[in-house]
């Protein structure tokens, strides 16, 4: 057994994040300025989309992409309520209804059929959550949006880099979210990035992550800028610092080799769990690249004698860090008491809610450590077989 505590997630900072991060500072410009440009920039190339624009969140790029989009008080988005908070609570912020959708059983993505059945006059958008990096059915999803005129949102907090059918996720649909929290697949500490093929809502979003102030409020306090500045709307306060996108930067051009080194992760799990069969292990369909941001494995209940939560009670005590994707919007006692769902409404969810763990994956886990958890996962089932 681990002597001491095995992470769920660590962030694969190196001493280039650590420089990077040091020259910003030393540069003397440190909240957004030319670092910011730039990393938007890289970060259009990387994903090939027209347009990127930097914040200090996911939740801000969530928020923003659906006030660009133009929800308003009165209209419907729908949410997959298999994910985190951040997604719906935005579009309450802005004064709209989170119309909550079931999942699919084997990738836990949004069911493109309870969308449909989901839409009303008052639908304006849909904001498909490409869960554990998986991408979700977005030929359905656009169809759909097309037909019924919606907008599509994706939030790809985890999905960076992922391909739909060889389409990178940032230039799929309308407006594309990513995150750059501490545990997602490259980190700025606190950031996000939205990308869009429109320049429009690109310039309305960058206008409201400063306070809705003119053009380049950023540029201010330069040489070439001007103190004189006009608020054109109500904003937010959401624009990226220069040392978090000095920290995206330096973490971008290693991207594809963390991807790699996840996918090392996956391989060593799948391999390892391959004749256990109380657990069902993740699945990539053949059409995806899967970003593995997640590796979320389920237990086949019916074999065992405990439940998940006291597997991951016996996991931490073998000092492995596990964590759980999510508990579904509708089982909160927000969206419960406001908007009465039940857990019948979503059966995929709730089935797979009682089943699921997220095991670490991340670049820096060792094939050892990795061995380690399946050690300690198969252990537990057998010991606990019913
Ligand atoms: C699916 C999903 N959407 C949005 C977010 C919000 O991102 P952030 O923490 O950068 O605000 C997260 C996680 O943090 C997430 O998992």
């Avoid at 950031?191 to 380049?216: C, N, Q």
Wanted: with cysteine; aromatic share 8%.
């Amino acid at each position: 057994m681990r002597t001491s505590f095995l992470s769920f997630h660590v962030p694969e900072i190196g001493e280039q994040d650590i420089a990077a991060v040091a020259d910003a500072l030393r540069s003397g410009w440190v909240t957004a300025g030319p670092r910011v440009k730039e990393f938007e920039a890289q970060f259009a190339r990387f994903t090939g989309a027209a347009h990127a624009v930097a914040v200090n969140s996911g939740t801000a790029a969530l928020h923003l992409a659906l006030e660009a989009a133009g929800i308003k008080a009165g209209d419907e988005v729908l949410v997959p309520t298999m994910t985190f908070a951040a997604t719906a609570e935005v579009v309450i912020q802005l004064g709209a209804r989170p119309v909550l959708v079931d999942c699919v059983p084997d990738t836990l993505n949004v069911d493109p059929a309870a969308l449909e059945r989901a839409v009303t006059p008052r639908t304006k958008a849909i904001i498909p959550v490409h869960f554990a990096g998986h991408p979700c059915d977005m030929d359905a999803i656009l169809e759909l949006a097309a037909a019924k005129k919606l907008t599509v949102v994706e939030d790809a907090a985890h999905a960076l880099p992922a391909r739909w059918r060889g389409k990178m996720v940032g230039t799929i649909g309308d407006l594309t979210c990513f995150s750059f929290y501490a545990t997602k697949t490259i980190t700025t500490g606190e950031g996000g990035m939205i990308t869009t093929e429109d320049a429009a809502w690109a310039d309305r979003m960058r206008m409201m992550s400063l306070h809705g102030i003119s053009k380049d409020a950023w540029k201010r306090y330069t040489a070439e800028g001007s103190w004189r500045y006009e608020i054109i709307a109500p904003g937010y306060k959401y624009n990226m610092t220069d040392i978090a996108a000095a920290l995206g930067l330096s973490q971008l051009v290693r991207c594809d080799d963390f991807l790699r080194a996840r996918i090392r992760c996956r391989k060593l799990y799948d391999q390892g769990f391959a004749g256990c069969c109380a657990i069902q292990t993740p699945i990539s369909q053949d059409d995806v690249e899967h970003a593995w941001h997640l590796y979320v494995i389920r237990l086949d209940l019916e074999q065992l004698r405990i439940d998940r939560d006291q597997v991951i009670e016996l996991l931490k005590q073998r000092n492995i860090g596990v964590a759980v994707h999510f508990i579904p919007l509708h089982l909160h006692p927000y969206y419960r008491d406001n908007y009465g769902y039940t857990p019948a409404d979503f059966p995929n969810a709730n089935a797979a809610f009682e089943r699921i763990i997220s095991l670490p994956i991340y670049p820096r886990l060792s094939d050892a450590e990795v061995g380690e958890v399946v050690d300690a996962v198969v252990g537990i089932t057998r010991e606990y077989r019913r």
